[in-house]
């Protein structure tokens, strides 16, 4: 009965963490007790025409992905981000962090650009 595995398996769209099948101990004990999380959805998009989003890991997400958003860069004008953060993380809910910013237009002043 020792060293007797389990096979754990969570419903469709979720994972088990701890990875590893509980195994039962000399004293009676499973080793581990899996939780079942929620795969993150694909990053919410970005409008083309002025970023473009960078996934960190392929699907199914789960909370070791994350992705990143990259604002354009064109000749005369830039675009900077704005609040939040780059980095989005999945979390263990299934949703992503919400540090999502906004990619805004900044105009070249004096050779420097004017993000006002």
């Known amino acids: ?21 509980p195994k039962c101990g000399v004293d009676g004990k499973w080793s581990s007790r899996p939780e079942c999380y929620k795969h993150c959805k694909e990053p919410p998009p970005y409008d083309p025409n002025y ?4 996934l960190n890991g392929k699907a199914p997400y789960t909370e070791s992905s994350s992705y990143t958003f990259e604002c ?11 609040g939040g953060g780059y980095i989005n993380n999945c979390q263990t809910d299934g949703k992503w962090t919400d540090r999502i910013g ?12 004017d993000c006002s």
């Open 72 to 82: 354009y860069k064109y000749p005369g004008l830039s675009f900077k981000s704005k």
């Open 102 to 113: 906004c990619c805004f237009l900044c105009c070249r002043y004096s050779g420097d650009y």
């Open 51 to 54: 970023a473009r989003t960078i």
């Open 1 to 21: 009965m020792f060293d007797y595995v389990l096979d754990y398996e969570c419903h469709s769209g979720y994972y088990p963490r701890p990875k590893d099948d």
